[in-house]
């Protein structure tokens, strides 16, 4: 009973550096959301996905890429990281509605705190 | 476009008081509305949402919301608050324009602090 797992939960980079947040649900939802949050700016939603192999951008997309090769994985990358990014990183899940699109009922993973130096 | 404003950045409240976290919405047509509760070092997670019919709205951990829509409001409730209650909690509005396919927009945020 896993639901939205995220990896690594915690990780320090010098501005510059690249990395992958990987995140997993075993619910076999069709919507994936990658979140950041900010100390009063509530969730701002950077990119997300529809199904496999379709990605869109969400409301703070730069300096972001994602892809969804498999249903069951959402990644989201940062190629050359900057201070701007250090946040806490929130993968989100939801199934498909009635009227095809998503219930609104988001399943979170625990957060991915980044730092970047 | 469509918000929804968190008027509150911190509620404080003692225990077995009812307790109020406001929230009110702006958009175009019905809204569809939502609370959720994030515990410290924690996703958040669904309480409840209001999409047609009766305007209360019965949650999750005893919490309910009342839609008022000449007020544009959707305030979340629960009448006696509980220590293990505190916690940030967010409302938010689904987006429903420009092919987001109905992302949620999310308030700031209102932290709920209940004291023994």
């Known amino acids: 009973n896993a639901g939205v797992t995220q990896t690594p939960k915690f990780r320090v980079l010098k501005t510059g550096q690249s990395m992958t947040l990987l995140c997993a649900q075993d619910?076999?939802?069709?919507?994936m959301y990658w979140y950041r949050q900010d100390p009063g700016m509530g969730l701002r939603l950077i990119h997300y996905s529809v199904g496999e192999g379709t990605t869109a951008k969400g409301e703070v997309p730069d300096g972001y890429n994602v892809s969804r090769l498999k249903k069951q994985n959402f990644l989201l990358g940062l190629e050359s990281a900057a201070p701007s990014q250090t946040s806490v990183y929130f993968c989100?899940?939801?199934?498909?509605?009635?009227?095809?699109?998503?219930?609104?009922?988001?399943?979170f993973g625990e957060g991915s705190r980044l730092t970047v130096l | 476009a469509q918000s929804v404003a968190q008027p509150e950045d911190q509620v404080n409240v003692a225990e077995g008081n009812p307790l109020t976290v406001k929230c009110t919405y702006s958009v175009s047509g019905n809204p569809y509305l939502f609370w959720y509760v994030q515990y410290p070092n924690r996703g958040l997670q669904f309480l409840l949402k209001?999409?047609?019919?009766?305007?209360l709205v019965k949650g999750s951990y005893g919490f309910e919301a009342e839609f008022n829509k000449s007020q544009t409001s959707f305030h979340l409730k629960k009448p006696s608050a509980l220590v293990s209650d505190s916690a940030l909690y967010f409302c938010a509005v689904r987006d429903i324009y420009g092919g987001s396919q109905g992302n949620l927009i999310f308030g700031k945020g209102t932290k709920l602090s209940v004291k023994p």
């Open positions: 619910m076999n939802h069709e919507y």
């Open positions: 989100a899940s939801s199934r498909t509605g009635v009227s095809g699109a998503n219930t609104g009922e988001l399943f």
């Open positions: 209001y999409i047609t019919g009766d305007n």
